[in-house]
Nanobody, 126 residues
């Protein structure tokens, strides 16, 4: 069972970029990776995802145009960068992994993923 560890959370000033990392144990290049977030009192929401080789990504509707997801397979790490952050981006952010035979990023529901990190809190201050 792989271990997923997110890092980079904390306080972010509105308008600045927020950057998160997720390091994964195990055969990283066999996993499609996703990012989700959960605000207090809300359901967990899809943020974006990336294919096994990093060649394609898929953005969630709430962050379209502001999101960059990338990965370094040599470092077993996936990254999230969200530009022009807003207080509405405040949430616990989770990375997730799915063992995938297909090189596609289109895994957008919670049930699409097999493994999850513990999450990292991001608070965007106005």
């Amino acid at each position: 069972q792989p271990q997923l560890v997110e890092s980079g959370g904390g306080l972010v000033q509105a308008g600045d970029s927020l950057r998160l990392s997720c390091t994964v144990s195990g055969p990283f290049n066999t996993y499609a990776m996703g990012w989700f977030r959960q605000a207090p009192g809300s359901e967990r929401e899809f943020v974006g995802s990336i294919s096994r080789d990093g060649s394609s990504t898929y953005d969630g509707d709430s962050v379209k145009g502001r999101l960059t997801i990338s990965r370094e397979n040599a470092k077993n790490t996936v990254y999230l960068e969200l530009n022009t952050s807003e207080p509405e981006d405040t949430a616990v952010y989770f990375c997730a992994a799915r063992r995938s035979l297909l090189n596609t990023p289109v895994y957008i529901t919670i049930s699409d993923y097999d493994y999850w990190g513990q999450g990292t809190q991001v608070t965007v201050t106005a």
